[in-house]
């Protein structure tokens, strides 16, 4: 089984919400940083949320203030609540994991060494 498997995705007319989950099993303790990565056809993979060790957050200035992520470590599951979806945030939803303890930015996919094979959101106007 996938060391990160994400659950949540759906389609929703625009202004909904989901949540998607990312069972973690026991690398949430260790992982130095988790993060939301999406890619939507025709277009590179972006770093849509972070959270660290210390807790600490980074969003995408394009989802700022619309999404949320957390973890639970006692469930070993990360979370990102998605609210005013948008259809630009169509796309495949990967959960990601670093055991990396020093990394350029949390945002970006390079130095991000667990991945989740996805779950799929469609937002329609």
């Known amino acids: 089984a996938q060391v990160l498997v994400e659950s949540g995705g759906g389609s929703v007319q625009a202004g909904g919400s989901l949540r998607l989950s990312c069972a973690a099993s026991?690398?949430?303790?260790?992982?130095?940083?988790m993060g939301w990565f999406r890619q939507a056809p025709g277009k590179e993979r972006e770093g849509v949320a972070s959270?660290?060790?210390?807790?600490?957050?980074r969003y995408a200035d394009s989802v700022t203030g619309r999404f949320t992520i957390s973890k639970d470590n006692a469930k070993n599951t990360l979370y990102l609540y998605m609210n005013n979806l948008k259809p630009e945030d169509t796309a495949m939803y990967y959960c990601?994991?670093?055991?990396?303890?020093?990394?350029?930015?949390?945002?970006?996919?390079?130095?991000?060494?667990?991945w989740g094979q996805g779950t799929q959101v469609t937002v329609s106007s």
């Open positions: 959270i660290d060790n210390y807790g600490a957050t």
């Open positions: 026991g690398l949430m303790y260790s992982s130095y940083s």
């Open positions: 990601a994991a670093t055991l990396f303890r020093r990394i350029a930015n949390p945002l970006l996919p390079y130095d991000y060494n667990f």
